[in-house]
């Protein structure tokens, strides 16, 4: 079992960054890839981004690409989500989701994860 705790979501202006933060608990945070998704009231909830258990492997959705990083300290049993020039199509209730996989070669489908966080509110103001 994995548990995931997400946090950083709040408040921004259009232009503006919020960093995003995921805590694991429980096994080896190592043994799995982890993605973010998202979803905005009345739609599906959609992938955002996806990362390998090392951190070799990054992959982002067409519409934040450019503007969204993701990354990994699995010291600290940690993913950030660092996201920048925020527009208000970026408002959404973000996921923190983790995989029984190491590896991955392409975002998450949601099929495929195995924990979920809680999720936490990401609102950007125009």
């Known amino acids: 079992q994995v548990r995931l705790v997400e946090s950083g979501g709040g408040l921004v202006q259009a232009g503006g960054s919020l960093r995003l933060s995921c805590v694991a608990s429980?096994?080896?945070?190592?043994?799995?890839?982890v993605g973010w998704f998202r979803q905005a009231p009345g739609k599906e909830r959609e992938s955002v981004s996806a990362i390998s258990w090392s951190g070799g492997s990054t992959f982002y959705a067409d519409a934040v690409n450019g503007r969204f990083t993701i990354s990994r300290d699995n010291d600290k049993n940690t993913v950030l989500l660092q996201m920048d020039s925020l527009k208000p199509e970026d408002t959404a209730v973000y996921y923190c989701?983790?995989?029984?996989?190491?590896?991955?070669?392409?975002?998450?489908?949601?099929?495929?994860?195995?924990?979920w966080g809680q999720g936490t509110q990401v609102t950007v103001s125009s």
């Open positions: 429980g096994r080896t945070f190592s043994d799995y890839a």
């Open positions: 989701a983790a995989t029984s996989r190491k590896w991955v070669v392409a975002l998450l489908a949601p099929s495929e994860v195995n924990f």
